[in-house]
Nanobody
């Protein structure tokens, strides 16, 4: 059974940093693509960043490029999202997602392409 457990959310002032973690189990982590998505109230869920665990290929939404960094620790079956220079518009529930790795899945970083999801963690950035 695929399990994804997010942690690291919280409240931070604008300009601050947070690191989200997603602990994965129940599937061959090295063969998967992992993604971070977010959903703000009244908005659709959007892709933030995705990574191929096997080769490290990454993709980022334009709105977070240069501020967020996705990484994976294969020994710990964990994917991280380091978020710096946070803005109030980054406030949302952040979800971790997983599916079999494919270059197009990573590049598109679209929620429709990911079949397994975590429960989400709230990130609130105050101005």
């Amino acid at each position: 059974e695929v399990q994804l457990v997010e942690s690291g959310g919280g409240t931070v002032q604008a300009g601050g940093s947070l690191r989200l973690s997603c602990a994965a189990s129940g599937f061959p982590f090295d063969d998967y693509a992992m993604g971070w998505f977010r959903q703000a109230p009244g908005k659709e869920r959007e892709g933030v960043s995705c990574i191929s665990v096997s080769d490290g290929t990454t993709a980022y939404a334009e709105s977070v490029k240069g501020r967020f960094t996705i990484s994976s620790d294969n020994a710990k079956n964990t994917v991280y999202l380091q978020m710096n220079s946070l803005k109030p518009e980054d406030s949302a529930v952040y979800y971790c997602a997983a599916d079999w790795s494919h270059v197009l899945r990573v590049r598109s970083c679209a929620q429709a392409d990911f079949g397994s999801w975590g429960q989400g963690t709230q990130v609130t950035v105050s101005s």
